[in-house]
């Protein structure tokens, strides 16, 4: 394979994680050019370091190939992961606008490759193409949204139901009474860092939920049996608004579920 031919290939990699890439998702063909021919690969080995807080802003990066978690270590020295990225996610890009420091470290979880947006080139082009600069805005936003999120899930629930209420958000049909599949997309160590829990706090919260008849477990995929129970048990744990809390509502979800799943 020749130099050219291998350099083509990279260039199509690169433009096809930018065009799949949310935050680009309704930028134009020009400006996605236009970001590729300022794209540098990188490779990660699993452990190494991306950035550290409150190192300057070089630029941003998107997620090609493994995963890259944000992360602090706490006043215990223990570590709070903000996020695990995963291909064609992006992390950073609302720093290019700022002049502080990153606010948290980034490592590999696993052995990565990376794209590169360096700050001061992307800097030029959102001033001359306004819809990237509101893509940066709009992808802060979801990122504000989403550290609320996560410190909700901190405060305010137990790792029990983290899981389940994870399970819930990423179930296809979380009302149905018949099994519904989940298909992990990374492995059980990963999910366990981005719930905040330890790997064997994980592998015994779905080994309760096995033994309560609510999942089944065989790889990376995990079988809800009667997704509206794990609902229902997620509602009254968070106390929402409507929630059942009678014992007898349990025995009428088990029995609808059971029967639904021998039809």
Known sequence: MTQTLMAELKLAGMAHTLRNCPLLEVVSRDDLNAIAAITVPKSLARGEYLFVE????????????????????????????????????????????????????????EDSQILFVPKNPFRALLKTQPELAWCVLRS???????????????????????????????????????PQRIELGMTKHLLALELGVASETLSRTLNKFRLQQLVHVRGRTVTLLCPVRLAEWVRQK??????????????????????????
């Not at 029990?160 to 149905?176: K, M, V």
Request: glycine share 10%; proline share 5%.
């Open 54 to 109: 409150n190192e300057p802003v070089e630029g941003f990066y998107i997620v090609q190939r493994g995963a890259v978690k944000l992360h602090r270590l706490n006043l215990k020295g223990q570590e709070q992961v903000f996020h695990v990225f995963r291909p064609v996610e992006s992390f950073g890009e609302e720093m290019v606008l700022s002049d502080m420091g990153y606010p948290a470290d980034a490592t590999a979880a």
């Open 238 to 263: 968070l106390d929402f608004p409507g929630a059942t809390s009678t014992s007898s509502s349990w025995v009428g979800l088990t029995d609808d579920c059971l029967a639904g799943s021998k039809r």
């Open 140 to 178: 802060a936003g979801q990122r504000v949204r989403s550290l609320m999120g996560l410190l909700d899930d901190l405060t305010l629930k137990d790792a029990t139901t983290r899981l389940a209420n994870w399970l819930i958000q990423h179930c296809p049909d979380p009302g149905s009474r018949e």
